[in-house]
């Protein structure tokens, strides 16, 4: 079955820097990759997602980028502000199959 | 639309006591999951449901039981809680089928089994 790993699991940036969340995935044939925020006392949520046609997705201060050959996906956030604090989990899916792999997560913290 | 919505929001139980976890979704998706967070454990699959009437084990299903009882609703059954069950659990769905494999995720319910 898909393995999700996730790095790093802590990551703490000055407010306005940029902070990036590194995900490895071993299914070759895996084709969808989400990205879900928790925040504290909070369910997940989707913030933004990426198909394996493409390479690279941007949401305002946020994109994804997709590396099929390595078989990895990271999450970049610039100009991170105290409400991007948060844990955020990457997860992977093959179309058709039922059941998304989410890594174990990245506690990011925004410092003032 | 509420989404989905899950009951009881908190739950404290009795080590050996049973109860049932409800998740309702009213987005009109296929399939159901039934997730459990640990701290620093991620998310972990307990069972899903692709469709009505269908239900499969995920990664952790020891301990529980589940009915897809309609499309809209799906429950997690404790018949003998243990400590060990003590976590937060969501419930989420998904249209599935196609191209559409995001899963949107209920408030969750903590649960703690003394």
């Known amino acids: 079955g898909e393995n999700v790993e996730q790095h790093p699991s802590t990551l703490s940036v000055q407010e306005g820097d940029s902070a990036v969340i590194k995900c490895t995935y071993s299914d070759s044939a895996s084709n969808y990759f989400p990205w879900y925020k928790q925040e504290l006392g909070k369910r997940p949520q989707l913030i933004i997602d990426?198909?394996?046609?493409?390479g690279e997705k941007k949401d305002q201060r946020i994109a994804v980028t997709l590396n099929k050959t390595a078989k990895h996906f990271s999450l970049h956030i610039t100009e991170t502000q105290p409400e991007d604090s948060a844990v955020y989990f990457c997860a992977a899916i093959r179309f058709g199959n039922e059941k998304l792999t989410f890594g174990t997560g990245t506690r990011l913290t925004i410092i003032p | 639309n509420a989404g989905v919505t899950q009951t009881p929001k908190f739950q404290v139980l009795k080590t050996g006591q049973s109860m049932t976890l409800q998740c309702a979704q009213d987005?009109?998706?296929?399939?159901m999951y039934w997730y459990r967070q640990d701290p620093g454990m991620g998310l972990r699959l307990i069972y899903y449901?692709?469709?009505?009437?269908?239900?499969d084990k995920g990664e952790v299903p020891n301990g529980y039981n589940v009915s897809r009882l309609n499309k809209r609703e799906f429950s997690l059954r404790l018949e003998s809680a243990a400590p060990s069950q003590t976590s937060v659990y969501f419930c989420a769905s998904s249209v599935a089928g196609g191209r559409k494999e995001t899963q949107y995720f209920g408030p969750g319910t903590r649960l703690l089994v003394l």
């Open positions: 987005m009109n998706h296929n399939s």
């Open positions: 990426i198909r394996s046609n493409v």
């Open positions: 449901s692709a469709s009505e009437g269908t239900t």
